[in-house]
């Protein structure tokens, strides 16, 4: 039996030796494991909403998606484990601290090469920083205070047929939200 609030199972997979090796794959971090170790930097997503998510979004493997509000990589984690290892998430954070904490943490769990972080204020810019960003997405995320004023770029990264999920607590958010898909996407 492990105890994962005195170690968590990176560190216990870390220290594995010799013989014990063979026992490391049981010991990968599951998507939960990883959410419940992260540090908080932002409010986090847990696992009934991650899956719905990644369900609906139809995230796969080989699956390319976009996330804009990285925060403490709660989702990006669970997106990365369900797009790999043919998939990749470009995922913008516009805090340089947050974008930079949650890189590092990507990396500790072994998913820099499914994720590319970015620093970038996508409701300002946009997701076109490279010209090979232009309509690669499967799917979109936006987890922003003001997703209605990203839909603009959103189309210039995702595919026909893409999909798109903007995570909203407030009814209001939902209703600019749809004003904005409705006036720029043809539905």
Request: net charge neutral; proline share 4%; aromatic share 8%.
């Given at each position: 039996?492990?105890?994962?609030?005195?170690?968590?199972?990176?560190?216990?997979?870390?220290?594995?030796?010799?013989?014990?090796?063979?026992?490391?794959?049981?010991?990968?971090?599951?998507?939960?494991?990883?959410?419940?170790?992260?540090?908080?930097?932002?409010?986090?997503l847990?696992?009934?909403?991650?899956?719905?998510?990644?369900?609906?979004?139809?995230?796969?493997?080989?699956?390319?998606?976009?996330?804009?509000?990285?925060?403490?990589?709660?989702?990006?984690?669970?997106?990365?484990?369900?797009?790999?290892?043919?998939?990749?998430?470009?995922?913008?954070?516009?805090?340089?601290?947050?974008?930079?904490?949650?890189n590092?943490?990507?990396?500790?769990?072994?998913?820099?090469?499914?994720?590319?972080?970015?620093?970038?204020?996508?409701?300002?810019?946009?997701?076109l920083?490279?010209?090979?960003?232009?309509?690669?997405?499967?799917?979109?995320?936006?987890d922003?205070?003001?997703p209605?004023?990203?839909?603009?770029?959103?189309?210039?990264?995702?595919?026909?047929?893409?999909?798109?999920?903007?995570?909203s607590?407030?009814?209001?958010?939902?209703?600019?939200?749809?004003?904005?898909?409705?006036?720029?996407?043809?539905?």
């Amino acid at each position: 039996v492990f105890f994962f609030k005195q170690k968590t199972a990176y560190e216990m997979q870390r220290g594995l030796v010799g013989s014990e090796m063979c026992i490391r794959d049981s010991l990968k971090p599951t998507p939960q494991l990883i959410t419940a170790s992260l540090s908080h930097r932002t409010q986090i997503l847990y696992s009934p909403d991650i899956s719905f998510i990644v369900a609906n979004l139809e995230m796969k493997n080989g699956s390319i998606v976009v996330e804009s509000g990285t925060g403490s990589g709660s989702l990006s984690t669970s997106i990365a484990r369900a797009i790999a290892p043919k998939g990749h998430l470009y995922t913008y954070e516009f805090n340089s601290e947050r974008a930079q904490e949650a890189n590092k943490d990507f990396i500790k769990y072994g998913l820099s090469d499914v994720i590319t972080v970015n620093c970038r204020d996508a409701v300002k810019d946009g997701f076109l920083h490279e010209p090979k960003m232009s309509h690669i997405a499967d799917a979109v995320f936006l987890d922003l205070p003001n997703p209605w004023e990203a839909i603009k770029h959103v189309v210039e990264v995702i595919k026909k047929y893409g999909k798109l999920c903007s995570f909203s607590p407030c009814i209001e958010q939902v209703g600019k939200c749809t004003e904005a898909m409705l006036s720029l996407i043809h539905i």
